[in-house]
């Protein structure tokens, strides 16, 4: 963004009629009331408290942004940083960048290689800076990582419940991996795959939950835990070694081909829905 705090006020022009009834941000004897006009005015949240949520810096930078003519919401300019609005599904442009309102950050991520899901990379560029400033500046987070040599579906939020619930082993939600391998795939790599193989300094043998050839040299593995290194470990004790890994899919949901690497989008209410589903 261009940050020209400068600039005049745009005369003659107001903000669009205010939208209500999204989710509530504020007292909660409000919340309780049984007045609905009371409650869907105390929903909304006010402008600047809005480009604050999503990442456009501080409020009262913000409210620098809205007074000088900087801010439209869905295309009309507004320069009242106390006009209030519901956040999901808002359309806003602020300083010419185009955003779409989002009460919780919801991320799928085409991940390159090269990159390390990290906000303090040691080696490679961090998979943060993959990302536009605003939802870096809201602290998204990665849920789960994937190795810099990894390529594939990574999801990221700023929902710290919805990361946990992912992240669970008690879920056991598969992820599908696609493994190129360095020696042709047997059919006894395959079985031990799946009936179970033993790692070092684990207990028991790993088994995945599916595994299947899908070339000369390539295979599809699922997974429902995620130990360090655990694709390239498994592959290694069955009797080949891991020369490329994509991650395809988390639960029902899948990458889909037409998202370029390196490339983001929102996930859709369907898309969450798909992630739970043990496909």
Not at 94 to 110: P, R
Not at 182 to 204: H, I, K, N, R
Request: glycine content about 10%; proline content about 6%.
């Amino acid at each position: 963004m261009r940050g020209a705090l400068g600039l005049a006020r745009h005369a003659g022009q107001r903000c669009p009629q205010r939208r209500t009834g999204g989710p509530y941000f504020g007292n909660p004897v409000i919340q309780q009331s049984s007045n609905p006009d009371i409650k869907k005015q105390a929903m909304a949240m006010t402008l600047d408290r809005i480009l604050q949520s999503q990442g456009f810096g501080t409020r009262r930078y913000c409210g620098d942004l809205i007074g000088a003519g900087l801010v439209e919401v869905d295309g009309t300019l507004c320069e009242d940083p106390g006009a209030r609005f519901e956040v999901d599904g808002l359309r806003l442009t602020v300083d010419g960048e185009e955003w779409i309102g989002h009460t919780k950050a919801y991320i799928l991520l085409n991940k390159p290689v090269g990159y390390e899901c990290s906000q303090r990379p040691r080696h490679h560029p961090s998979v943060y800076n993959l990302l536009p400033v605003p939802l870096r500046q809201r602290e998204v987070q990665a849920v789960g990582r994937l190795d810099q040599d990894t390529t594939g579906l990574l999801l990221l939020s700023d929902d710290g419940q919805f990361i946990h619930a992912q992240t669970s082993p008690k879920k056991k939600v598969p992820k599908v991996y696609e493994v190129t391998t360095a020696e042709p795939v047997t059919q006894e790599q395959v079985d031990a795959l799946v009936a179970g193989v033993q790692l070092e300094d684990e207990p028991a043998p790993i088994a995945a939950a599916a595994c299947e050839a899908t070339g000369e040299r390539s295979l599809r593995l699922s997974l429902t835990e995620g130990k360090y290194h655990q694709v390239k470990r498994m592959v290694a004790a069955a009797g080949n070694h891991v020369e490329a890994l994509h991650r395809s899919a988390i639960g029902g949901l899948v990458l889909e081909p037409t998202l370029a690497l390196g490339d983001w989008r929102w996930l859709t209410p369907e898309d969450l829905a798909a992630l739970t589903r043990k496909e």
